[in-house]
């Protein structure tokens, strides 16, 4: 039998030689939260608990896979957007604070004004498309990936938080699925993949390891990909008072901002929190 404050106090030594003591002791409360329903706030008040090695497994194999790079959202299933919790796997992008910023700022721009017909591209966890759902409620919300792994965690995530939402398998990059798409959007937001390939070997193993590709990368020799088709998409398919948000890459925002330019849009470029170029709204 072991306390719970031996537990933490082992745990996070082991957590210690790969994360600083703070992030190592947040994994650490994280995890007894998800296995012992023990959370943070409660966690001295219920120090002196005991278990045995039965409850004990999942949680020490756990901590084996945060060990081994796996980052603890995979570890545990489970990921924060916006205060609702997604399910998430290897699948999915881990939704990342940026991409809040992102929403947010979409969902304001909606507020006051008329909404019909919202779409999103790169569903993912379904965390935009969910989040918009239920923090715009006017209007429809369309989401589109080409993975169909995505879309059976997306379809999870939009079902527990009882969203409605159209889900579509399919490659955005492809002119007959844009056909299919055709519609007057209020709203089209994407968190598209933005990294170039060459950039993967300075990445940190628990992303390059282990987050989908088909979520990261774009080739070297395109960085825009996605941009130039969504902006060519946007210029038949925005509603006359509609606008495009797009999540960038902080080395590409202002090239993405001055294509957005010559096809004519009005632009905006904001920075995220840690202060990069990340985000941008066009229209007409
Ligand atoms: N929206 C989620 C978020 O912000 O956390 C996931 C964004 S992730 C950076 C990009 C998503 O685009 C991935 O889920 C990936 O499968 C999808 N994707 C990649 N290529 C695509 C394509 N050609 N057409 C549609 N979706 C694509
Ligand atoms: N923001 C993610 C990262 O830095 C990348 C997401 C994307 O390519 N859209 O890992």
């Known amino acids: 039998m072991l306390t719970l404050e031996e537990i933490f106090k082992s745990s996070s030594q082991q957590l210690f030689s790969l994360f600083d003591p703070d992030e190592a002791k947040s994994i650490v409360y994280e ?28 949680f020490n194999a756990d901590i084996l896979e945060v060990l081994n790079h796996k980052p603890l ?17 290897e699948a999915v992008l881990i939704p990342r604070p940026e991409t809040e910023e992102l ?13 019909n017909h ?16 239920l923090g715009i409620k006017k209007g429809s919300v369309t989401t589109i990936d080409v993975s169909e792994a995505a879309i059976a965690v997306a379809e999870k995530n939009i079902e527990r938080h009882q969203a409605k939402i159209k889900v579509l398998a399919g490659d955005f990059l ?11 959007y ?8 933005y990294i170039p390939r060459s950039e993967e070997e300075g990445m940190s193993n628990h992303v390059k390891d282990w987050e989908p590709d088909i979520a990261l990368f774009v080739p070297d020799n395109d960085p825009l990909l996605f941009y130039k088709s969504i902006a060519h998409f946007a210029k038949d398919n925005l509603a006359g008072d509609g606008a495009v948000f797009l999540e960038c890459h902080y080395k590409y925002a202002v090239d993405t901002e001055l294509y957005y330019q010559s096809l004519g849009f009005n632009t905006v470029l904001k920075k995220d929190i840690s202060g990069n170029d990340r985000m941008l709204k066009a229209w007409k």
Do not use: M
């Not at 969902?107 to 909404?115: L, P, Q």
């Not at 209020?186 to 993949?193: T, V």
């Open 31 to 58: 995890l007894i939260d998800h296995h012992f329903e023990i959370a943070r706030s409660n966690y001295l008040s219920n120090r002196k608990r005991t278990f045995d090695a039965a409850e004990l497994q999942q």
């Open 174 to 184: 492809l002119e007959d699925v844009q056909e299919k798409l055709a519609n007057k």
């Open 118 to 133: 919202i779409l999103e591209i790169g569903t993912g966890s379904g965390c935009i498309a969910t989040s918009l759902a």
């Open 186 to 193: 209020d709203i089209i937001i994407s968190n598209p993949p």
């Open 73 to 89: 959202q995979y570890t545990i299933g489970k990921a924060w957007f916006l205060d609702r919790a997604y399910f998430v796997n």
């Open 103 to 115: 929403v947010v700022w979409a969902i304001d721009f909606a507020s006051g004004k008329e909404v």
